[in-house]
Protein backbone atom coordinates (compact mmCIF):
# COMPACT_ATOMS: atom_id res chain seq x y z
CA UNK A 1 0.00 0.00 0.00
CA UNK A 2 1.31 3.60 -0.94
CA UNK A 3 1.58 5.71 1.90
CA UNK A 4 0.44 8.98 1.66
CA UNK A 5 2.72 12.20 1.59
CA UNK A 6 2.92 14.74 3.64
CA UNK A 7 5.53 17.63 2.96
CA UNK A 8 6.74 20.10 5.00
CA UNK A 9 8.96 23.08 4.11
CA UNK A 10 11.07 25.45 6.30
CA UNK A 11 13.38 28.05 6.44
CA UNK A 12 16.28 26.08 8.05
CA UNK A 13 16.76 23.77 11.04
CA UNK A 14 18.42 26.22 13.00
CA UNK A 15 18.17 25.91 16.99
CA UNK A 16 14.36 27.31 17.80
CA UNK A 17 11.08 26.84 18.98
CA UNK A 18 9.64 26.49 15.34
CA UNK A 19 12.19 24.25 14.00
CA UNK A 20 12.08 22.31 16.65
CA UNK A 21 7.79 21.47 16.95
CA UNK A 22 7.97 21.19 13.00
CA UNK A 23 10.64 18.09 13.60
CA UNK A 24 8.03 16.81 16.06
CA UNK A 25 5.45 16.44 13.88
CA UNK A 26 7.04 15.54 10.91
CA UNK A 27 8.21 12.61 14.02
CA UNK A 28 4.47 12.10 14.94
CA UNK A 29 3.29 12.02 11.09
CA UNK A 30 5.66 9.16 10.43
CA UNK A 31 4.35 7.12 13.64
CA UNK A 32 0.71 7.70 12.23
CA UNK A 33 1.98 6.04 8.89
CA UNK A 34 2.31 8.85 6.23
CA UNK A 35 5.35 9.26 4.34
CA UNK A 36 7.22 12.71 4.99
CA UNK A 37 9.52 14.83 3.14
CA UNK A 38 11.38 17.75 5.21
CA UNK A 39 11.97 20.49 3.39
CA UNK A 40 14.84 23.09 4.40
CA UNK A 41 15.24 25.78 2.29
CA UNK A 42 19.08 26.55 4.19
CA UNK A 43 21.67 24.03 5.39
CA UNK A 44 21.66 25.06 8.67
CA UNK A 45 21.27 21.94 10.97
CA UNK A 46 21.25 21.76 14.74
CA UNK A 47 19.16 18.92 15.49
CA UNK A 48 19.23 14.96 13.92
CA UNK A 49 16.54 14.31 11.42
CA UNK A 50 13.92 12.01 12.66
CA UNK A 51 14.22 7.88 11.38
CA UNK A 52 12.69 7.52 7.96
CA UNK A 53 11.74 11.50 7.22
CA UNK A 54 12.98 12.16 4.10
CA UNK A 55 15.38 15.37 4.11
CA UNK A 56 15.99 17.66 1.24
CA UNK A 57 18.15 20.92 1.40
CA UNK A 58 17.22 23.31 -1.09
CA UNK A 59 19.99 26.17 0.07
CA UNK A 60 20.94 29.15 -1.82
CA UNK A 61 24.69 29.95 -2.40
CA UNK A 62 24.19 32.80 -4.77
CA UNK A 63 26.44 35.48 -3.98
CA UNK A 64 25.96 37.81 -7.19
CA UNK A 65 25.82 41.60 -7.24
CA UNK A 66 22.45 41.43 -7.56
CA UNK A 67 21.51 38.26 -5.51
CA UNK A 68 19.05 40.15 -3.38
CA UNK A 69 16.83 41.58 -5.77
CA UNK A 70 15.36 38.51 -7.35
CA UNK A 71 15.83 36.53 -4.23
CA UNK A 72 12.63 35.49 -4.09
CA UNK A 73 12.03 34.74 -7.82
CA UNK A 74 15.07 32.21 -7.61
CA UNK A 75 14.31 30.55 -4.93
CA UNK A 76 10.98 29.80 -6.21
CA UNK A 77 12.32 28.19 -9.25
CA UNK A 78 14.82 26.34 -7.05
CA UNK A 79 11.99 25.19 -5.11
CA UNK A 80 10.01 24.28 -8.19
CA UNK A 81 12.53 22.00 -9.59
CA UNK A 82 12.96 20.48 -5.94
CA UNK A 83 9.19 19.90 -5.56
CA UNK A 84 8.85 18.69 -9.05
CA UNK A 85 11.27 15.72 -8.98
CA UNK A 86 9.90 15.35 -5.09
CA UNK A 87 6.15 14.57 -6.85
CA UNK A 88 7.52 12.17 -9.70
CA UNK A 89 9.02 9.92 -6.93
CA UNK A 90 6.31 9.99 -4.05
CA UNK A 91 3.04 11.61 -6.15
CA UNK A 92 1.44 15.55 -4.98
CA UNK A 93 1.27 15.75 -1.45
CA UNK A 94 -1.99 14.82 0.38
CA UNK A 95 -0.59 18.05 2.95
CA UNK A 96 1.77 20.90 2.62
CA UNK A 97 2.57 23.16 5.20
CA UNK A 98 4.98 25.88 5.28
CA UNK A 99 6.95 27.11 8.24
CA UNK A 100 8.18 30.85 8.89
CA UNK A 101 7.75 33.47 7.02
CA UNK A 102 10.80 33.75 5.13
CA UNK A 103 9.51 30.26 4.27
CA UNK A 104 6.37 31.46 3.03
CA UNK A 105 7.60 34.65 0.79
CA UNK A 106 9.39 31.75 -1.26
CA UNK A 107 6.11 29.18 -1.06
CA UNK A 108 4.04 32.41 -2.08
CA UNK A 109 5.78 32.38 -5.67
CA UNK A 110 5.95 28.33 -6.25
CA UNK A 111 3.34 27.56 -9.51
CA UNK A 112 3.71 23.79 -8.42
CA UNK A 113 2.32 24.42 -4.88
CA UNK A 114 -0.46 26.37 -5.79
CA UNK A 115 -2.20 23.29 -6.48
CA UNK A 116 -1.48 21.69 -3.47
CA UNK A 117 -3.69 21.71 -0.41
CA UNK A 118 -0.83 24.23 1.11
CA UNK A 119 -1.16 25.73 4.59
CA UNK A 120 1.12 28.60 5.76
CA UNK A 121 1.96 28.14 9.78
CA UNK A 122 2.09 31.27 10.94
CA UNK A 123 4.49 31.17 14.86
CA UNK A 124 4.95 34.91 15.52
CA UNK A 125 3.19 37.77 16.56
CA UNK A 126 3.77 40.00 12.92
CA UNK A 127 2.89 43.46 13.93
CA UNK A 128 5.82 42.85 17.32
CA UNK A 129 8.40 41.38 15.04
CA UNK A 130 7.53 42.08 11.26
CA UNK A 131 6.11 46.06 11.96
CA UNK A 132 6.87 46.53 15.40
CA UNK A 133 9.93 48.72 14.38
CA UNK A 134 7.87 50.40 11.35
CA UNK A 135 6.36 53.43 11.03
CA UNK A 136 4.43 55.44 8.56
CA UNK A 137 5.10 54.51 4.75
CA UNK A 138 7.83 51.76 5.67
CA UNK A 139 5.10 50.32 8.13
CA UNK A 140 2.06 50.72 5.17
CA UNK A 141 4.53 49.15 2.73
CA UNK A 142 5.51 45.93 4.98
CA UNK A 143 1.80 45.52 5.83
CA UNK A 144 0.52 45.55 2.19
CA UNK A 145 3.38 42.85 1.58
CA UNK A 146 1.97 40.66 3.99
CA UNK A 147 -1.49 41.23 2.93
CA UNK A 148 -0.28 39.67 -0.40
CA UNK A 149 1.08 36.79 0.34
CA UNK A 150 -1.48 35.40 2.80
CA UNK A 151 -4.27 36.63 0.86
CA UNK A 152 -6.97 34.05 -0.01
CA UNK A 153 -4.81 31.69 2.03
CA UNK A 154 -5.44 28.76 4.35
CA UNK A 155 -3.48 29.76 7.50
CA UNK A 156 -2.47 27.86 10.45
CA UNK A 157 -1.46 30.05 14.12
CA UNK A 158 -0.02 28.73 16.56
CA UNK A 159 -1.64 30.88 19.08
CA UNK A 160 -5.45 32.17 19.30
CA UNK A 161 -3.35 35.54 20.28
CA UNK A 162 -1.45 35.42 16.67
CA UNK A 163 -4.74 34.71 14.75
CA UNK A 164 -6.01 38.52 16.34
CA UNK A 165 -3.64 39.84 15.30
CA UNK A 166 -3.44 38.60 11.97
CA UNK A 167 -7.23 38.84 11.04
CA UNK A 168 -7.52 42.14 13.38
CA UNK A 169 -4.21 44.48 13.40
CA UNK A 170 -2.48 43.07 10.02
CA UNK A 171 -6.05 42.51 8.28
CA UNK A 172 -4.69 39.91 6.30
CA UNK A 173 -7.93 38.38 4.44
CA UNK A 174 -7.10 34.55 4.58
CA UNK A 175 -9.35 31.85 3.22
CA UNK A 176 -9.25 29.47 6.32
CA UNK A 177 -8.00 30.45 9.35
CA UNK A 178 -7.30 27.97 12.12
CA UNK A 179 -5.46 27.80 15.73
CA UNK A 180 -3.53 24.53 16.71
CA UNK A 181 -1.13 24.42 19.29
CA UNK A 182 2.31 23.25 19.15
CA UNK A 183 2.58 19.80 19.90
CA UNK A 184 4.76 18.35 22.36
CA UNK A 185 6.00 14.70 23.21
CA UNK A 186 4.94 14.86 26.69
CA UNK A 187 6.43 11.51 27.63
CA UNK A 188 9.45 11.58 25.67
CA UNK A 189 10.28 15.09 27.20
CA UNK A 190 9.69 13.90 30.79
CA UNK A 191 12.21 10.84 29.89
CA UNK A 192 14.83 12.93 27.90
CA UNK A 193 14.88 15.18 31.44
CA UNK A 194 15.89 12.42 33.54
CA UNK A 195 19.88 12.42 31.97
CA UNK A 196 22.50 13.62 33.13
CA UNK A 197 22.36 18.05 34.11
CA UNK A 198 25.90 19.45 34.15
CA UNK A 199 24.48 21.98 35.91
CA UNK A 200 22.71 19.91 39.12
CA UNK A 201 25.05 20.88 41.81
CA UNK A 202 23.67 24.42 41.67
CA UNK A 203 20.40 26.36 42.42
CA UNK A 204 19.65 28.23 39.21
CA UNK A 205 16.84 30.01 37.41
CA UNK A 206 16.59 29.51 33.95
CA UNK A 207 16.43 30.82 30.43
CA UNK A 208 15.95 29.33 27.10
CA UNK A 209 15.58 31.19 23.69
CA UNK A 210 17.70 32.65 20.81
CA UNK A 211 19.76 35.80 21.65
CA UNK A 212 17.98 38.37 20.03
CA UNK A 213 16.55 41.59 20.74
CA UNK A 214 12.46 40.16 21.17
CA UNK A 215 13.82 38.03 23.97
CA UNK A 216 14.94 41.16 25.95
CA UNK A 217 17.86 39.83 27.99
CA UNK A 218 18.76 43.12 29.10
CA UNK A 219 15.08 43.18 31.17
CA UNK A 220 16.16 39.63 32.02
CA UNK A 221 19.33 40.68 33.71
CA UNK A 222 18.19 43.76 35.50
CA UNK A 223 15.35 41.75 36.85
CA UNK A 224 17.78 39.08 38.10
CA UNK A 225 19.78 41.81 39.81
CA UNK A 226 16.83 43.58 41.23
CA UNK A 227 15.31 40.32 42.58
CA UNK A 228 18.29 39.47 44.58
CA UNK A 229 18.10 35.91 45.17
CA UNK A 230 20.62 33.42 46.18
CA UNK A 231 20.05 31.89 43.04
CA UNK A 232 22.29 31.62 39.87
CA UNK A 233 21.00 32.49 36.29
CA UNK A 234 21.36 30.25 33.29
CA UNK A 235 21.24 31.09 29.54
CA UNK A 236 20.46 28.88 26.87
CA UNK A 237 20.63 29.71 23.41
CA UNK A 238 22.94 31.46 20.82
CA UNK A 239 22.54 34.14 18.38
CA UNK A 240 24.55 37.06 16.50
CA UNK A 241 27.57 37.74 17.98
CA UNK A 242 26.66 41.61 17.93
CA UNK A 243 23.41 40.33 20.60
CA UNK A 244 25.85 38.10 22.63
CA UNK A 245 28.29 40.69 22.96
CA UNK A 246 25.41 43.04 24.17
CA UNK A 247 24.39 40.32 26.99
CA UNK A 248 28.18 39.71 27.67
CA UNK A 249 28.78 43.75 28.72
CA UNK A 250 25.17 43.58 29.86
CA UNK A 251 26.73 41.13 32.54
CA UNK A 252 29.60 43.06 33.13
CA UNK A 253 27.73 46.50 33.88
CA UNK A 254 25.31 44.60 36.26
CA UNK A 255 28.51 42.80 38.31
CA UNK A 256 26.65 39.56 37.31
CA UNK A 257 30.08 37.75 36.22
CA UNK A 258 29.87 35.13 39.45
CA UNK A 259 26.20 34.58 38.74
CA UNK A 260 24.90 34.38 35.07
CA UNK A 261 26.24 31.42 33.25
CA UNK A 262 26.28 31.33 28.96
CA UNK A 263 25.04 27.46 28.43
CA UNK A 264 24.97 27.76 24.57
CA UNK A 265 23.05 25.28 22.80
CA UNK A 266 22.12 21.86 24.22
CA UNK A 267 20.62 19.54 22.27
CA UNK A 268 18.87 17.95 25.13
CA UNK A 269 17.88 20.81 27.19
CA UNK A 270 15.28 19.31 29.04
CA UNK A 271 17.51 17.96 32.34
CA UNK A 272 18.61 21.77 32.73
CA UNK A 273 14.98 22.60 32.83
CA UNK A 274 13.63 19.54 35.44
CA UNK A 275 16.47 20.96 37.80
CA UNK A 276 15.57 24.92 37.42
CA UNK A 277 13.83 26.50 40.65
CA UNK A 278 11.81 28.36 37.77
CA UNK A 279 12.20 28.65 33.98
CA UNK A 280 11.77 32.86 32.90
CA UNK A 281 10.94 34.52 29.96
CA UNK A 282 11.19 38.50 29.29
CA UNK A 283 10.40 38.69 25.75
CA UNK A 284 8.41 41.67 24.10
CA UNK A 285 6.61 39.14 22.00
CA UNK A 286 6.00 35.52 22.13
CA UNK A 287 3.91 33.24 19.31
CA UNK A 288 3.51 30.42 21.51
CA UNK A 289 6.51 30.00 24.08
CA UNK A 290 7.72 26.53 23.66
CA UNK A 291 10.33 26.90 26.66
CA UNK A 292 7.10 27.41 29.06
CA UNK A 293 5.17 24.37 27.76
CA UNK A 294 8.57 21.82 28.21
CA UNK A 295 9.10 23.42 31.72
CA UNK A 296 5.43 22.65 32.93
CA UNK A 297 5.94 19.53 31.50
CA UNK A 298 8.73 18.82 33.58
CA UNK A 299 6.87 20.37 36.36
CA UNK A 300 9.33 23.67 36.95
CA UNK A 301 7.66 27.09 38.00
CA UNK A 302 7.60 29.33 35.24
CA UNK A 303 7.72 33.27 35.19
CA UNK A 304 7.03 35.83 32.05
CA UNK A 305 6.16 39.12 31.11
CA UNK A 306 2.73 39.81 29.67
CA UNK A 307 4.01 40.49 26.53
CA UNK A 308 1.71 40.29 23.46
CA UNK A 309 1.19 36.65 21.72
CA UNK A 310 0.32 33.21 23.18
CA UNK A 311 1.06 33.73 27.20
CA UNK A 312 -1.82 34.14 28.47
CA UNK A 313 -3.37 30.65 26.67
CA UNK A 314 -0.93 29.02 28.43
CA UNK A 315 -0.68 31.05 31.89
CA UNK A 316 -4.13 30.75 32.85
CA UNK A 317 -5.89 29.93 36.49
CA UNK A 318 -3.24 29.87 38.74
CA UNK A 319 -0.07 30.25 36.86
CA UNK A 320 -1.62 33.85 35.61
CA UNK A 321 -0.22 35.14 39.10
CA UNK A 322 3.32 34.66 37.80
CA UNK A 323 2.88 36.77 34.53
CA UNK A 324 4.73 40.42 34.76
CA UNK A 325 4.01 43.74 33.51
CA UNK A 326 6.57 44.24 30.63
CA UNK A 327 8.96 46.11 33.38
CA UNK A 328 11.88 45.19 35.42
CA UNK A 329 10.72 45.78 38.90
CA UNK A 330 7.49 43.53 37.89
CA UNK A 331 9.43 40.69 36.46
CA UNK A 332 11.31 40.73 39.62
CA UNK A 333 8.29 40.57 41.97
CA UNK A 334 7.38 37.54 40.08
CA UNK A 335 10.97 36.27 40.12
CA UNK A 336 10.50 36.35 43.80
CA UNK A 337 7.13 34.94 43.89
CA UNK A 338 8.37 31.87 42.42
CA UNK A 339 11.02 31.45 44.53
CA UNK A 340 9.45 31.76 47.32
CA UNK A 341 6.51 30.44 46.46
CA UNK A 342 6.87 27.60 43.94
CA UNK A 343 3.72 26.87 41.42
CA UNK A 344 2.46 23.51 41.82
CA UNK A 345 2.41 22.01 38.22
CA UNK A 346 -0.98 19.75 37.35
CA UNK A 347 -0.93 17.39 33.71
CA UNK A 348 -3.74 19.68 33.19
CA UNK A 349 -1.84 22.46 32.84
CA UNK A 350 -0.02 20.99 29.77
CA UNK A 351 -2.25 18.17 28.70
CA UNK A 352 -3.47 20.46 25.99
CA UNK A 353 -0.18 20.28 24.41
CA UNK A 354 -0.23 16.60 24.29
CA UNK A 355 1.67 15.56 20.49
CA UNK A 356 -1.09 13.16 19.92
CA UNK A 357 -3.91 15.67 20.46
CA UNK A 358 -2.52 18.31 17.83
CA UNK A 359 -1.64 15.30 15.89
CA UNK A 360 -5.17 14.75 15.28
CA UNK A 361 -5.67 18.09 14.26
CA UNK A 362 -3.10 18.53 11.83
CA UNK A 363 -4.34 15.16 9.93
CA UNK A 364 -7.51 16.39 9.93
CA UNK A 365 -6.37 18.83 7.47
CA UNK A 366 -5.58 15.98 5.11
CA UNK A 367 -6.59 16.15 1.76
CA UNK A 368 -8.29 12.76 1.28
CA UNK A 369 -8.28 12.75 -2.83
CA UNK A 370 -4.23 13.10 -3.12
Not at 20 to 40: C, E, F, P, W
Not at 82 to 105: A, M, W
Not at 332 to 345: D, F, G, S, V, Y
Request: hydrophobic share 40%.
Amino acid sequence: MIKKHILLIIDGLRAGGAENITLTLAKGMIQRGYAVTLMSLSKHLSYPIPDQVKYIVDHDDNKGMFHNINELARRAASLDRQVSNLFTEYGKPCLVISNLHKTDRIVARSRILKSCNLWYCIHSMFSCTYLGNKSGFTRWLKQKKLQKIYKNCNIITVSEAIAVDLLKYIKINPSKCITIYNPFNINEIQHRAMEFNPFHDQDYMLHVGRFHQVKCHHRLLEAFALASLPINLILIGQGKLAVTEAIRLKIAVLNLQDKVFLAGFQANPFPIIKGAKMVVLSSDSEGLSTVLIEALICHVSIVSTACPGGIVEIMSGKLASYISEMNVPSLAEKMRLAWHTPIQITTEMYSRFNHERVLDKYLSLVDSRS
